[in-house]
């Protein structure tokens, strides 16, 4: 529109006369279609017709023009120093009046490539589970003429694939879409998008920009097993482990055993896409019995797998039949060392009836008789 404003107001009419007669029947036309220029540049156009007699062939435009060249059906004009995207009008006047048109741009490409815009890869969840499908979406701005302008996608160095943009006005962001399907190989792998203008059919250069690089990262889950008992038996010692596979990146996993609420500390070993939780368990004397519910989690990349398995945890009782039979033997074992003592005891009386004076009760008098001494036991103490 700013273009519009600042050409005359003559030209305006006729301009908005030119257009509503485009579209008829080309006899009237312009060359080169949609040229590009690099700023500054010059640009030879030839407006013809194929009517007999033409009464006037013109080049409407904003830009600077010289005639430098004619025929009879044609004229070919210079324009210099094109510094915008400029408009250009062929008309011819035929008999009857009647003026037939054909229009075109100059496309003056500087503004996109030497424009700070950016080409832009849309952000994508930080992770992709493997197998699934996910877009990758690039959106660019500029990139004129859009016809020439293709967008590819890279993984790393490699280009993955490419589309053409779709052709909106270059003024817009132009989005291409990329349909990938997750694998371990991309993982830990830059992305990028890059936008290329290919004007080397038009004697110009292959203009490329490049989105900001973006890390994948990738990953696969599976479900965890449980390797346990299905019983506790209280004071005794048992192993419980909880192991999974199909897990991918193995270092980014995170582990957890729990046992009727309370957290374990396993022993953690890493394989590859593989990870098990071993764990010694031993219910305390004087844990009720029941049901204790162990828990394992595996949490990787904002997920979590959970598998539990409820265990019965119970007291051993030991088997009455043994309990009797020690009891009577302990019953026995002490009857027959009651019997023998009994014996022994009276052996020794009978002994002592034999010679009840050898120890007479005078000679072990002094041996009893407390001493005098600050650390001796006090009289009334031994008594
Ligand atoms: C455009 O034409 C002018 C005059 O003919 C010349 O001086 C200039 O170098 C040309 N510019 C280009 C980019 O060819
Ligand atoms: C201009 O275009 C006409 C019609 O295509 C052609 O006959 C003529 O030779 C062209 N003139 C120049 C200088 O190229
Ligand atoms: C070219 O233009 C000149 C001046 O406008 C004119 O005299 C001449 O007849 C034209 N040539 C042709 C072939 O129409
Ligand atoms: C080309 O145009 C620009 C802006 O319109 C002007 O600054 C510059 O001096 C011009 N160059 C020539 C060689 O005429
Ligand atoms: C992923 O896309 C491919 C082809 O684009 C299709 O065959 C496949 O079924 C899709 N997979 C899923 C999980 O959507
Ligand atoms: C650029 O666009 C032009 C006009 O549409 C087309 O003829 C040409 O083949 C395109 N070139 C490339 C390299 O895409
Ligand atoms: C990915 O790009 C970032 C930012 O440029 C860089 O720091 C990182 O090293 C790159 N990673 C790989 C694997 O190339
Ligand atoms: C997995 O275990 C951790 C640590 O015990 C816990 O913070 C997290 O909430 C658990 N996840 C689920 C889904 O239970
Ligand atoms: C374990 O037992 C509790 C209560 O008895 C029950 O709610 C839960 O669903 C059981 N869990 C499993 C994995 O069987």
Same mark, same amino acid.
């Given at each position: 529109?700013?273009?519009?404003?600042?050409?005359?107001?003559?030209?305006?009419?006729?301009?908005?006369?030119?257009?509503?007669?485009?579209?008829?029947?080309?006899?009237?036309?312009?060359?080169?279609?949609?040229?590009?220029?690099?700023?500054?540049?010059?640009?030879?156009?030839?407006?013809?017709?194929?009517?007999?007699?033409?009464?006037?062939?013109?080049?409407?435009?904003?830009?600077?023009?010289?005639?430098?060249?004619?025929?009879?059906?044609?004229?070919?004009?210079?324009?210099?120093?094109?510094?915008?995207?400029?408009?250009?009008?062929?008309?011819?006047?035929?008999?009857?009046?009647?003026?037939?048109?054909?229009?075109?741009?100059?496309?003056?490409?500087?503004?996109?490539?030497?424009?700070?815009?950016?080409?832009?890869?849309?952000?994508?969840?930080?992770?992709?589970?493997?197998?699934?499908?996910?877009?990758?979406?690039?959106?660019?701005?500029?990139?004129?003429?859009?016809?020439?302008?293709?967008?590819?996608?890279?993984?790393?160095?490699?280009?993955?694939?490419?589309?053409?943009?779709?052709?909106?006005?270059?003024? !817009?962001?132009? /989005? =291409?879409?990329?349909?990938? @399907?997750? &694998?371990? *190989?991309?993982?830990?792998?830059?992305?990028?998008?890059? $936008?290329?203008?290919?004007?080397?059919?038009?004697?110009?250069?292959?203009?490329?920009?490049?989105?900001?690089?973006?890390?994948?990262?990738?990953?696969?889950?599976?479900?965890?097993?449980?390797?346990?008992? !299905?019983?506790? /038996? =209280?004071?005794?010692?048992? @192993?419980? &482990?909880? *192991?999974?596979?199909?897990?991918?990146?193995?270092?980014? $996993?995170?582990?957890?055993?729990?046992?009727?609420?309370?957290?374990?500390?396993?022993?953690?070993?890493?394989?590859?896409?593989?990870?098990?939780?071993?764990?010694?368990?031993?219910?305390?004397?004087?844990? !009720?019995?029941?049901?204790?519910?162990?828990?394992?989690?595996?949490?990787?990349?904002?997920?979590?797998?959970?598998?539990?398995?409820?265990?019965?945890?119970?007291?051993?009782?030991?088997?009455?039949?043994?309990?009797?039979?020690?009891?009577?033997?302990?019953?026995?074992?002490?009857?027959?060392?009651?019997?023998?003592?009994?014996?022994?005891?009276?052996?020794?009386?009978?002994?002592?009836?034999?010679?009840?004076?050898?120890?007479?009760?005078?000679?072990?008098?002094?041996?009893?008789?407390?001493?005098?001494?600050?650390?001796?036991?006090?009289?009334?103490?031994?008594?």
């Amino acid at each position: 529109m700013a273009l519009l404003k600042a050409w005359p107001k003559s030209s305006l009419n006729l301009l908005v006369f030119a257009v509503m007669l485009s579209g008829a029947p080309g006899i009237t036309w312009i060359e080169p279609l949609d040229p590009v220029i690099t700023p500054g540049g010059n640009l030879s156009v030839n407006c013809s017709t194929d009517c007999d007699q033409p009464q006037f062939i013109g080049l409407e435009t904003q830009l600077v023009k010289t005639q430098v060249d004619n025929g009879t059906r044609w004229k070919v004009f210079l324009l210099r120093n094109i510094t915008q995207d400029s408009l250009l009008y062929c008309f011819a006047n035929c008999f009857e009046n009647t003026q037939m048109t054909h229009s075109t741009t100059v496309t003056v490409i500087r503004e996109y490539f030497e424009s700070p815009e950016p080409v832009n890869l849309e952000p994508l969840p930080r992770w992709i589970l493997m197998g699934q499908n996910f877009s990758l979406r690039c959106q660019v701005w500029g990139g004129k003429p859009r016809q020439n302008l293709t967008m590819a996608l890279f993984r790393g160095p490699q280009e993955l694939s490419r589309q053409a943009v779709s052709e909106q006005g270059p003024g !817009k962001a132009a /989005e =291409v879409t990329f349909t990938a @399907t997750a &694998s371990r *190989e991309d993982h830990g792998v830059n992305f990028s998008c890059r $936008a290329e203008l290919d004007l080397r059919a038009r004697g110009l250069g292959l203009y490329q920009k490049s989105s900001a690089p973006m890390e994948l990262h990738t990953f696969a889950l599976g479900t965890p097993r449980l390797i346990v008992p !299905k019983h506790l /038996e =209280v004071g005794k010692k048992e @192993t419980v &482990s909880c *192991e999974i596979d199909k897990l991918f990146p193995v270092e980014n $996993a995170q582990i957890h055993l729990s046992l009727g609420g309370r957290s374990l500390s396993p022993t953690v070993v890493r394989g590859q896409d593989m990870l098990r939780a071993t764990a010694i368990v031993i219910i305390a004397e004087g844990e !009720k019995e029941g049901q204790r519910e162990l828990t394992c989690n595996v949490t990787l990349a904002d997920h979590d797998r959970e598998v539990q398995e409820n265990l019965t945890v119970y007291k051993s009782r030991r088997d009455p039949v043994p309990i009797v039979m020690g009891v009577l033997l302990a019953l026995g074992l002490a009857a027959m060392a009651g019997a023998i003592a009994t014996l022994c005891l009276w052996q020794n009386l009978r002994k002592g009836s034999y010679q009840p004076q050898t120890l007479p009760l005078q000679d072990r008098t002094p041996m009893e008789t407390p001493e005098t001494g600050p650390k001796g036991p006090s009289p009334v103490a031994s008594a």
